[in-house]
């Protein structure tokens, strides 16, 4: 088990929460989210956004060939959501494992933070 945290996480459809902590199984598949209230050990720090993404939602993205301005999970205005409601992120991640849809953790960065969008030469990868 491995956990990171990040200044911004997204998850398409519930939007942006600030200062997150996504903790992966051994295959790379999220298990969990929480805040990140304190220091906590075995937290790797990320600078950008974590998004949570499907295999569907990647292959997105691949397919068109990172031009930051046609990816779509970023192609509509999200919103910050408070870290109070982080009960509809539990939500979304247990529809999700309901489904048998896996969400695998994708670093962005640099990313903008005032725009909350991607910038010109902004990379991703998986975290692992």
Known sequence: MKRFASHYLLIPAVGFMKQQVVEITGEGIVRDVFPLTEEIESV???????????????????????????????SSNLPNVPNQSSQCLMEYLHEAEKKGEALFPYLFYPFDFTSMQPVDGTRHRLLR
């Open 44 to 74: 790797e720090w990320m600078p950008g956004v974590i998004a949570l993404l499907s295999e569907n939602q990647m292959e997105e993205i691949k397919n068109t060939g990172m031009i930051f301005k046609n990816i779509p999970v970023f």
